[in-house]
């Protein structure tokens, strides 16, 4: 790992911290509690698309992960987001800061 990929994982590592210090610990797609489901910090932009973002703490929310069912961070990355609870608070901040990307992923481009 380079030295800047570490000190980006560094921060990233903190920031998860922050967030876990101030938001519910539920998937922000369905709502299960992370104490029942297991989650992950999932980039609403993905991190190879926008590393600027990286850190942005707007650009990461607890999705549910795959377990006997398909998970929130699965299906955020598919097709099927619009039945997520947190779909329109996700595309406002997408719309924000990266309107190309909204439109590619609501097809309205």
């Known amino acids: 790992m380079s030295k800047k990929q570490d000190k980006i994982k560094r921060?990233?590592?903190?920031?998860?911290?922050?967030?876990?210090?101030?938001?519910?610990?539920?998937?922000?797609?369905?709502?299960?509690?992370?104490?029942?489901?297991?989650?992950?910090?999932s980039h609403l932009i993905p991190r190879s698309r926008r590393l600027d973002l990286v850190l942005d703490k707007r650009n990461i929310v607890y999705h549910c992960?795959?377990?006997?069912?398909?998970?929130?961070?699965?299906?955020?990355?598919?097709?099927k987001r619009i039945k997520l609870l947190d779909y329109f608070t996700n595309l406002a901040?997408?719309?924000?800061v990266d309107k190309e990307y909204y439109y590619l992923i609501t097809d309205n481009a």
């Not at 539920?26 to 029942?36: A, E, F, P, T, V």
């Not at 901040?93 to 924000?96: A, F």
Request: charged share 25%; aromatic share 10%; net charge positive.
């Open 11 to 41: 921060k990233l590592v903190k920031i998860y911290k922050e967030i876990a210090l101030e938001r519910p610990f539920n998937c922000s797609g369905c709502g299960l509690s992370g104490y029942s489901v297991a989650l992950s910090h």
């Open 93 to 96: 901040y997408i719309k924000e």
């Open 65 to 79: 992960l795959s377990i006997e069912k398909t998970g929130c961070h699965d299906i955020w990355e598919s097709k």
